[in-house]
């Protein structure tokens, strides 16, 4: 019988140990005890990234004991640059009867994540896929965004090219327009202020746009404005502190 893939949610960002033995655990503010229990019980991971899953790995044993130590725990890379063809030897432990993790960089796994095509292997096995409870940021950011959380979508990384990401953004607030739809969007974190300086110059001046940064993190910035409010705070230098921190853009054409 073959194993069952859990989808096990990681931290947004670093997350400290607590320096005062009496301090709750700060994975515990994030991650439910179930779910921490259920992936430090695992042996085998399927990861984005061996080293930060080993760092989060470290984190969850400091209060949960794991299966394994962790230089003794399995974890095999997944990431954009996988071959599809390499898929299948991923997903071997589990069609023999072990249970294994996918985990995420960041949030939860299969969500913006080359995850899914894993997930979607996993069922064409006939594995048992359990999603387990843990951050996500595009979530998080339209529940704190104040933009509508009945109709949304996520449009990924926009074009790096100034012109191709201002016709981008244009045709992204005419579908908001349109559709009454919030648009969702991230940056690499070094590009954060070109990002929000297009959306300002582009956007019309009654347009909404939330800036979320480093969502359930202590550092945490969540600002929803017009695009005409962002431009007159970009011009004044009040813009928000997010240089080389995760985001998440929203727009909602008013």
Request: proline share 7%.
């Amino acid at each position: 019988m073959p194993g069952t893939l859990y989808l096990v949610p990681n931290t947004l960002g670093t997350t400290e140990l607590p320096t005062d033995v009496d301090a709750s655990h700060p994975l515990d503010a994030i991650i439910p005890r179930e779910v921490q229990a259920i992936a430090a019980g695992l042996d085998y991971f399927v990861a984005e990234n061996a080293k930060t899953t080993r760092a989060f790995l470290k984190l969850l044993g400091s209060s949960t004991p794991l299966a394994q130590p962790i230089q003794e725990i399995r974890i095999a890379e997944l990431n954009v640059n996988t071959d599809a063809a390499a898929l299948p030897a991923l997903l071997a432990p589990l069609l023999a009867g072990q249970d294994g993790g996918l985990i995420s960089e960041a949030g939860v796994p299969a969500v913006a994540d080359p995850g899914a095509n894993l997930v979607r292997l996993a069922h064409q096995h006939g594995i048992q896929v359990r999603p387990l409870v843990g951050p996500s940021s595009l979530l998080l950011a339209v529940m704190a965004s104040g933009l509508n959380g009945q109709s949304f979508a996520f449009n990924g990384y926009l074009p790096t090219d100034a012109e191709a990401r201002r016709k981008r953004i244009a045709q992204l607030e005419d579908r908001s327009r349109k559709e009454r739809q919030t648009q969702l969007m991230i940056e690499t974190p070094y590009r954060n202020g070109a990002m929000l300086e297009a959306l300002a110059q582009t956007c019309q001046a009654t347009t909404l746009i939330c800036v979320a940064t480093d969502l359930s993190l202590p550092s945490e910035s969540v600002r929803t404005l017009s695009a005409a409010q962002w431009k007159a705070a970009l011009a004044a230098k009040t813009g928000p502190d997010f240089h080389k921190k995760p985001t998440v853009f929203l727009l909602l054409a008013q």
